[in-house]
């Protein structure tokens, strides 16, 4: 009886598993496969790739606040002139948004490492539209602008840097990863 017993209840689990393959459930889990581009697997293959894409997010985190920042000003140092009626009362105002911004950051811009500086510079344009050196001539003058773009070039930058979604995707992924648009 016992055997008769087993021999049933593992005839009924056999047919059952049989069953529940063939028939598919309408709740039934499916896992994505996504193909990834030829590069993105040859950088990965890469044993130094992870190191220096964890030195890319940390260099993104620690830059992307003061880049977020240039363009909330940017944009309200944009309203704010078109608001001020004489030329004088312009540079005025621009005199002081400048000491203004240089005493709340220098200290913190001072300490950027040169990678952070560059990713800097690349996410000012990816904030205003506006490379650096264009935004120093625009507001400071041609001469400041040489002045620190001379600086920018002894440390292998350049203000004129932009931007591009598509060459840097890196970026862009790391962005939208931290949450920002």
Do not use: C
């Not at 009362?89 to 490492?113: G, H, P, S």
């Not at 996410?123 to 650096?132: A, F, M, N, P, V």
Request: hydrophobic content about 40%; proline content about 4%.
């Amino acid at each position: 009886m016992n055997k008769l017993l087993v021999f049933l209840i593992a005839l009924i689990g056999t047919v059952h598993t049989a069953w529940s393959q063939t028939q598919p459930t309408p709740k039934q889990d499916t896992i994505k496969v996504y193909t990834l581009p030829a590069f993105i697997v040859e950088a990965q293959k890469d044993p130094e790739y992870e190191k220096r894409y964890q030195k890319l997010v940390r260099d993104v985190k620690k830059a992307l606040p003061y880049a977020k920042m240039a363009g909330f000003r940017f944009q309200l140092m944009e309203q704010n002139l078109a608001l001020l009626p004489t030329e004088k009362a312009k540079k005025e105002y621009l005199k002081r948004t400048e000491e203004a911004i240089k005493e709340q950051f220098m200290d913190d811009l001072v300490n950027l490492t040169v990678s952070q500086g560059k990713i800097l510079i690349k996410l000012i344009h990816r904030e205003t539209g506006k490379d650096t050196y264009s935004l120093l001539k625009d507001y400071r003058g041609n001469f400041t602008a040489l002045y620190w773009q001379g600086l920018a070039k002894v440390f292998s930058a350049d203000l004129k840097n932009e931007y591009n979604p598509v060459e840097d995707w890196q970026i862009e992924q790391i962005i939208q990863s931290l949450g920002f648009e």
